[in-house]
Nanobody, 128 residues
Framework: QVQLVESGGGVVQAGGSLRLSCAAS???????????MGWFRQVRGKEGEFVAA??????????YYGDSLKRRATMSRDNAKNMVELQLNDLTFEDTAIYYC????????????????WGQGTQVTVSS
């Protein structure tokens, strides 16, 4: 079981930046570093959208980005602090959404259905 708590959302003007954080707590017996972590976003009335994900495979860390924010988002993780962060730059009105932090045990699949653990979400609103 993994609990995720996001923070850092808010209202920002177009062209601005935000840094979202996600603090994770989990049952003992498994290291946080072994979880695949992801960010998804949801606009009301639309399907959820993949933003970014990170996975550790052996000594290699992989980060994947969705197309919509690929050049404007940077995901990072701090395994010592059980945290992941998402830096969002050059935000546009279309980036307005609820951003969710997600977690799963390692696998090769990264769709929203593959992540069983979700935070409550943090609202990002970009004003034009």
């Amino acid at each position: 079981q993994v609990q995720l708590v996001e923070s850092g959302g808010g209202v920002v003007q177009a062209g601005g930046s935000l840094r979202l954080s996600c603090a994770a707590s989990h049952a003992p017996g498994r290291s946080f570093s072994t979880y695949d972590m992801g960010w998804f976003r949801q606009v009301r009335g639309k399907e959820g959208e993949f933003v970014a994900a990170t996975s550790n495979r052996g000594s290699t860390a992989y980060i994947y980005y969705g197309d919509s924010l690929k050049r404007r988002a940077t995901m990072s993780r701090d395994n010592a602090k059980n945290m992941v962060e998402l830096q969002l730059n050059d935000l546009t009105f279309e980036d307005t959404a609820i951003y969710y932090c997600t977690a799963k045990t390692p696998s090769s699949r990264f769709s929203s259905d593959d992540f069983p653990y979700w935070g409550q979400g943090t609202q990002v609103t970009v004003s034009s």
